[in-house]
DNA sequence: CCGCTGGTTTCAGTCTGGCTGTAACTTGCG
DNA sequence: CGCAAGTTACAGCCAGACTGAAACCAGCGG
């Protein structure tokens, strides 16, 4: 799981902590079988609900029948409802369940632990220059 | 690409910069038809040559199998080559070849790039303790 | 009203990168 | 000498993305 060391720099050190904590966060998410995208989707749509499956798809990145697949996996856990018919061309209206709501503060009651776990291994006056300093190079 | 935020937190912030940075460097690399596990291995390989399939693998946290495939890849660039005969039960020894470092330093060119961008986003100031936090979470 | 163009959902197939299972072989040790 | 452990090798599988194509809806110009 580690790498090719030496340098140690920024770039490298972000690429292997991002695929180690997906791969951690992921195991626990299994537990109530879901997945990393799931979330996304399932926080996307309780920010503003009743968007389509492609935009949807649009915010996260991926295509249409991707955004499908994890959609059709959340409305078989009763995480999300559609309150159109289905049917080709009409644009679906979704909306996160009761039990979907449930699902999503477990899940980043999931995320929220690993996080503690991370912010644990840094000194306590670093915390909040790692943060912004991660944030600012999100927003780019 | 981007996602549920609200939050922000550093653990969300990791893994979707993880991936976002892992899909800019493997989409450079695809220039000369490596990708980020292809240089993972030619590094740890220069580091110390005549190791194994097997060996090779367990560093890098994949199956054996997994690894053999990156390997053939990398044969068939004439990055590394093998100092004993193919077979079955006898264990390889592997070296990098002339065209292999070539390659290699030209790969980490490719992450230097895309480090000196991320880092361009950074506070001066907040650089070393970016880097030094990284670390810390890293080791462990 | 007609037709057309753009957007959407859906189905199907494909590709990639890892995995497991199994086989063949070597090596070292009791 | 035989056997267990380790290694390479081959095959097949699976998850998660993708592209391609089909069916359909909505709105607009003529």
New interface residues.
């Given amino acids: ?19 180690r ?2 791969a951690r ?1 992921d195991e626990a998410l299994r537990e109530r079988r879901m997945s ?1 995208r799931h ?2 989707a ?3 749509l309780t ?1 503003d609900p009743g968007v389509s499956y492609s935009e949807l798809a649009r ?3 991926v295509t249409a029948q991707s955004m499908q697949a994890t959609l059709r996996h959340l409305e078989d856990l009763g995480a999300v409802e559609r309150l159109s018919e289905p049917g080709r061309g009409r644009t679906a209206r979704l909306r996160v369940t009761a039990a979907g709501v449930e699902l999503s503060t477990w899940a ?1 009651g999931v ?2 632990a ?2 503690a776990e ?2 644990a ?3 306590e006056a ?2 909040p ?10 927003l ?1």
Avoid at 129 to 138: D, E, T, Y
């Fill in positions: 799981m580690t790498a090719p060391p030496g340098d140690l720099s920024a770039t490298f050190l972000l690429m292997t902590l991002g695929k904590l997906r966060v990393l979330l996304s399932l926080a996307h920010r915010r996260a990145g980043r995320v929220s690993v996080d991370v912010l291994q840094v000194a670093d915390r220059v790692l943060v912004r300093a991660l944030r600012s190079v999100f780019s």
